[in-house]
Nanobody
Framework: QLQASGGGLVQAGGSLRLSCAAS????????MGWYRQAPGKQRELVAA???????NYADSVKGRFTISRDNAKNTVYLQMNSLKPEDTAVYYC????????????????WGQGTQVTVSS
């Protein structure tokens, strides 16, 4: 189970930090990341980070958002700075390929969304 937190309402230019923790007796998680979905739009990748901390960002957030993870806590973070109204969306935590002990499940796992609203 993935539990996300940290969304809210912020003015343009402000900052927010999202957190997402995976629960259970987890041995490893391949990739963790954040997606977002604005009203009337498809869900899109915001940022992702592998277990070896290789990162990937959407062009629209490069230089403003920073993704990080704590493997010991099975937690991924998204620091969002210089927020813009177009960043307004529901943000979803994602994890790929989770191993619980010696049992691994390939595929995507999703957390509940957290609303981020940026006012102009």
């Amino acid at each position: 189970q993935l539990q996300a937190s940290g969304g809210g309402l912020v003015q343009a230019g402000g900052s927010l930090r999202l957190s997402c923790a995976a629960s259970g007796s987890i041995y490893s998680i391949n990739s963790m990341g954040w997606y977002r979905q604005a009203p009337g739009k498809q869900r899109e990748l915001v940022a992702a980070i592998t277990s070896r901390r290789r990162v990937n960002y959407a062009d629209s957030v490069k230089g403003r958002f920073t993704i990080s993870r704590d493997n010991a806590k099975n937690t991924v973070y998204l620091q969002m700075n210089s927020l813009k109204p177009e960043d307004t969306a529901v943000y979803y935590c994602n994890a790929e390929d989770i191993c619980y002990g010696s049992v691994c499940t390939n595929g995507d796992f999703w957390g509940q969304g957290t609303q981020v609203t940026v006012s102009s």
